[in-house]
Structure formats: structure tokens, C-alpha cells
């Protein structure tokens, strides 16, 4: 069954970086576009990042663009997000999803149970 | 950007009754060249992360059950629980896909009345 784990969720300063990872089993990942999207404590789901199953293409919303770089290893099926000079505003959980396609900005057909980033000083 | 509205913000509906959650994009998601529209609808319970439960509209995700529906095109989208049970008090979000960013609604919370 598809499973996805994310995981280096935690506290962090505001201006530092963390980088999360999502590993996937159950599926072939490389014929996958692969999402992160989070959610604000008791807020609404916000859209990240998406990067094609093959890892050339890659977009970002706008308020991400430019401090999160998403990327991915296929042999080791891992989706990643490197998160840099974070904000209190990025406080969220960090959900990884599967696209059902190879390309991207589709829907979400699996999703992981999260990670939690904190920015707080 | 897409903007997605939804309403209402929450609902309260009585034990199989039938609940009606709608969904109106800021400009169209029908893309004519496939004759699709690109919305999605998801189920997100506390604590847990959100579940695929139709896509293009209308089309059912495998496992989901039949009192789920989606009907709409164009900008005015309606996601209809048939006869509601204990089972499907959550928050529900419509999503777009028809361009980047892709974008939700800001959730419509769904009790037991």
C-alpha cells in the first residue's frame, strides 16, 4: 500500500533553515510528481512546492519562491524540501502528497501524516 | 490566482439528512480542449491528514462511498453528502488544479445536528 513518512519537522529560529524529508513506499516514486503542501496551526491547506517524477521541473508558490528549493532522489524514493530563512508565518505541518501523475499541479491522491515545523525564538 | 470560495464556513446537519458544501472559483477551471473541470474535493478529519474524495468534479476516489457526489462546472462547484453519518463530520476543501499556484477553498466545517 502507498505510504508516505515524513519526517525533520521540529522548532527552529526564525532565519534558520531545516530540511524535510518524505519517504515513499508502495508505488514506483519515479513515475510520480511529488507535492508538499502545509497547513497553519488550526488554519486551511496551502499548496508549496511540486516537482515532476523525474526531478527537471519544479514550481513553488509565490511566498515560497526564492527560500524553498523541493527536490527529490529516486533511488532512494525520497521527496525533500529545504527550507531556508524561515519565518514565524511558515509555522505549519508539512504534508508530502502524490500527484497521480507523472507531470504536475494536479490533485493530491495519497498524502503523509505530516511533520510539524515550528519558527518561533 | 485562482481564488477558491467556499460556503458555507460550517454546517450543521441532522443524521441522514443530506449535506451541501459549495465551491466558486474565481475564474473558470473547465479547461475545453478535455472538457474537464479541475477541482477536487478532500476530507480532513482532526488530526489526520486530508483524503482524496473526488476528482474532475465529479469523479469518486476508489473507496469512497456512493453518498459522496460533486456536480458543477465552470465556477460554481456543490459537493453533496446524500444522507449523513456520524462518520463524516470533518472539514471539507475544494481545490483547484487548472493552474499554478494550485489553490484551496479555506474549508467548510461539517456536525452533527
Known amino acids: 500500500q502507498v505510504q508516505l513518512v515524513e519526517s525533520g519537522g521540529g522548532v527552529v529560529e526564525p532565519g534558520t533553515s531545516l530540511r524535510l524529508s518524505c519517504a515513499a513506499s508502495g508505488f514506483t516514486f519515479s513515475t510520480y510528481a511529488m507535492h508538499w503542501v502545509r497547513q497553519a496551526p488550526g488554519k486551511g491547506l496551502e499548496w508549496v512546492a511540486v516537482?515532476?517524477?523525474?526531478?527537471?521541473?519544479?514550481y513553488y508558490a509565490d511566498s515560497e519562491k526564492g527560500r524553498f528549493t523541493i527536490s527529490r532522489d529516486n533511488s532512494k524514493n525520497t521527496l525533500y524540501l529545504q527550507m531556508n530563512s524561515l519565518r514565524a508565518e511558515d509555522t505549519a505541518i508539512y504534508y508530502c502528497a502524490r500527484d497521480p501523475y507523472p507531470g504536475y499541479g494536479d490533485y493530491f491522491d495519497y498524502w503523509g501524516q505530516g511533520t510539524l515545523v515550528t519558527v518561533s525564538s | 490566482d485562482i481564488v477558491m470560495t467556499q460556503s458555507p464556513d460550517s454546517l450543521a446537519v441532522s443524521l441522514g439528512e443530506r449535506a451541501t458544501i459549495n465551491c466558486k472559483s474565481s475564474q473558470t477551471v473547465f479547461h475545453s480542449s478535455n472538457s474537464k473541470n479541475y477541482l477536487a474535493w478532500y476530507q480532513q478529519k482532526p488530526g489526520q491528514p486530508p483524503k482524496l474524495l473526488l476528482y474532475w468534479a465529479s469523479t469518486r476516489e476508489s473507496g469512497v462511498p456512493v453518498r459522496f457526489s460533486g456536480s458543477g462546472s465552470g465556477t460554481d462547484f456543490t459537493l453533496t453528502i446524500s444522507s449523513l453519518q456520524a462518520e463524516d463530520v470533518a472539514v471539507y476543501y475544494c481545490?483547484?488544479?487548472?493552474?499554478?499556484?494550485?489553490?484551496f477553498g479555506q474549508g467548510t466545517r461539517l456536525e452533527i445536528k
Open positions: 516537482i515532476s517524477s523525474v526531478g527537471t521541473e519544479t
Open positions: 481545490q483547484q488544479y487548472y493552474s499554478s499556484p494550485l489553490t
